[in-house]
């Protein structure tokens, strides 16, 4: 009986652990959209001048974030969106408008990817072990 009850105590915190994870990603990856969002209107209004310190902000809102990301993520999505916020930041400099609304959608796309996996669903819970195998 004591076995059951320390097992059943492992199973339920690691499953507060997924709860309270997946939740802290999507609301950091909710916040950081937010801000990337309104750097994009900006910089399709080649206000430049305006999306600096916003791009900052945002970038400083994933990088508050980032140790406990390295835990819940893989490493080559949370990579990803520091080459895109270092190229953000220099397209945003030169006002290269093309490439920085190129990059600034593929970061929030890769950053939505991010927060829709970490919701609890059939797909993510059946299905990612099989993509990692292929």
């Not at 406990?68 to 006002?95: C, N, S």
Request: hydrophobic residues 45%; glycine residues 2%.
């Amino acid at each position: 009986m004591r076995h059951c009850i320390i097992a059943l105590v492992i199973l339920a915190l690691s499953l507060s652990f997924c709860i309270v994870s997946s939740n802290a990603v999507r609301a950091a990856c909710s916040e950081t959209l937010q801000l990337l969002q309104k750097a994009q209107h900006k910089a399709y209004a080649e206000d430049f001048s305006a999306v600096q310190p916003i791009l900052r902000e945002a970038e400083r809102q994933w990088k508050d974030h980032e140790r406990f990301f390295g835990v819940v993520l893989r490493h080559d999505e949370a990579d990803d969106v520091m080459k895109d916020f270092a190229a953000l930041r220099q397209y945003a400099v030169t006002h290269d408008t093309d490439e920085y609304l190129a990059t600034g959608a593929s970061l929030m796309a890769t950053i939505e990817h991010i927060s829709s996996m970490s919701r609890a669903s059939y797909h993510n819970i059946l299905l990612a072990p099989a993509r990692r195998c292929l």
